[in-house]
């Protein structure tokens, strides 16, 4: 991967070197050419210019001072009348040579003093850069001939040494390009591979080194997105988990009214029965009969008394009328409500008053079953002689209630399952005395509704305290809070 990328680059700078390269070469030559051109031609009008001086009449030149001239100046030298005529030439025969006035540089040697021009020459064949000037006398002129092979391989020298030195300014380059190349690449291909990370879901993946260049923004972005993804995957799979649980709890609890509902009515059944088969005529078993369907009968009316409140509750279908209230006048009407029971049981109820300016807002229905359900709990589950305390204080925005018995108290691994509906320590013994087990259910779904708590302590054999919390006010109870307790049973 990174291979690719790299030599994708590298390729890419190479290109943009050689076209740079290219350019360089091109103007370069013009301009040398150019350059070189001129400077020839000055030098030859000026070598033309000395031999006009030395050979004042250059018609009387002999073809052996001629072919010396054109060793000294180092070109062909042609001399031409002024009517065009050509009188000598080194490298042709004059005489056959054709008449030479209307040749640019021929023509502006007698118009304006000296003349140039490149072209092929019509005698020979080959391309010259052509110089003439008047002579002394003005009857004839001239004319230097320098091959153009000659300017070509001296610009062709020239152009080897820019190249050559161009190249070798780019070296540098090449190398710096080399090493961005490798930079970039890695840079690259780590990022890809990154992003092939996350494409097949790992989201843990992070990108190290994150710098302010575009590719650090694109490392944090890319970072950020997997973060992202993360937090929303472990949010679903925890919805998905939440929702796994609720099913189980759904189903379990299908299974436990079904269970709870058949035990009394298959005792009813069996019991009426009995009774139709002849028991109604027994005076010594008919009335006990009749007392354990009716006891039956209650049991399946607070069982579904129990359920409809409780599926109210949860559904937000119960209406509640949020009062202020003070936390004693709570306490004292809930001990009017339970004190016979206590007294039959022997227990003790102890009133630990809060301060009288104790307020919350509440519905003092919901509070009376809420502290009903617990006192009931609390006179059950604790043995004659006992002693029961309700009391509450202030803690904040929240008012904390407590129910403490001397009772049997509840083992330790029983005490986070303690609020589930249908939960109970020991099933005989609650049924035996009446339990259904919702009683606690009842109790937090109800708190949870005023946006309190709900939780107890207990030790084995010492007894257990129930705590739950109520608002002092109204802001309060309607702080929209996720009271996670509300839909976990
Ligand atoms: N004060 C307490 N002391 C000891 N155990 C308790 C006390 N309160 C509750 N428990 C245990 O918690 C279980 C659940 O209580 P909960 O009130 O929900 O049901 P229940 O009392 O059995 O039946 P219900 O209240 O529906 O008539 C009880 O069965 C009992 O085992
Ligand atoms: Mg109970």
Not at 39 to 61: H, Y
Not at 67 to 95: C, E, F, Y
Not at 109 to 137: M, N
Not at 243 to 258: G, M, P, Q, W
């Amino acid at each position: 991967m990174t291979g690719k990328i790299f030599l994708k680059l590298i390729v890419g700078v190479f290109a943009l070197l050689l076209l740079a390269l290219v350019t360089v070469d091109y103007f370069a030559t013009n301009v040398a050419q150019e350059n070189y051109v001129q400077n020839l031609t000055q030098q030859l009008t000026d070598k033309g210019r000395m031999l006009a001086l030395m050979f004042p009449a250059p018609e009387s030149v002999t073809p052996e001072q001629a072919r010396k001239m054109a060793q000294a100046v180092g070109g062909r030298i042609t001399v031409v009348r002024a009517d065009g005529k050509v009188l000598l030439d080194t490298d042709a025969n004059a005489a056959e040579m054709e008449n030479h006035r209307s040749r640019k540089e021929i023509r502006e040697a007698f118009e304006q003093g000296k003349g140039s021009e490149i072209r092929q020459s019509a005698t020979i064949g080959v391309s010259f850069l052509y110089v003439a000037v008047p002579a002394a006398g003005g009857g004839s002129a001239i004319r230097i001939a320098f091959p153009l092979s000659e300017i070509n391989r001296q610009i062709g020298q020239i152009r080897g040494k820019i190249l050559a030195s161009t190249s070798a300014a780019f070296l540098p380059a090449i190398l710096i390009a080399a090493i961005l190349a490798r930079f970039i690449s890695r840079r690259l291909a780590a990022i890809m591979a990154h992003a092939g990370e996350l494409a097949r879901g790992n989201f843990r993946a992070r990108l190290p080194e994150v710098d302010s260049s575009e590719f650090g923004q694109l490392a944090q972005t890319l970072n950020e997105t997997a973060e992202n993804l993360q937090q929303t995957v472990a949010q679903l799979q925890h919805e998905h988990a939440e929702l796994e649980k609720l099913e189980r709890i759904r189903k379990d609890f299908v299974i436990n009214v079904s269970h709870e509902l058949r035990t009394p009515l298959a005792s009813i059944q069996g019991y009426t029965e009995t009774l139709i088969d002849g028991a109604l005529a027994d005076p010594d078993h008919n009335m006990r009969f009749l007392g354990i369907i009716r006891h039956n009968a209650e049991r399946l009316a607070r069982l579904t008394e129990d359920l409809l409140t409780l599926s109210r509750v949860e559904q937000k279908r119960q209406k509640f009328e949020f009062d202020l209230h003070s936390a004693n006048s709570l306490i004292h009407d809930a001990f009017e409500l339970v004190g016979p029971i206590a007294r039959k049981s022997l227990i003790e109820l102890v009133e630990e008053r809060a301060p009288d300016d104790v307020m919350v807002c509440c519905d003092s229905e919901a509070v009376s079953q809420i502290l009903s359900n617990l006192l009931d709990n609390a006179i059950k589950y604790t043995p004659a002689g006992g002693k029961i305390t309700v009391g509450a204080k202030a803690l904040g925005t929240m008012v904390e209630f407590f129910v403490r018995d001397t009772g049997a108290g509840i083992p330790e691994e029983d005490l986070p399952r303690l609020f589930e509906r249908f939960y109970r320590v020991d099933k005989a013994r609650s049924r035996e005395l009446g339990g259904t087990g919702l009683g606690l259910s009842i109790v937090k779904h109800l708190v949870a509704a005023h946006n309190g708590t709900t939780r107890v302590e207990s030790v084995l054999g010492q007894g257990s305290t129930f705590f739950f919390t109520l608002p002092v006010d109204e802001a309060v109870l309607g702080e929209e809070t996720l009271n996670p307790e509300f839909t976990a049973s």
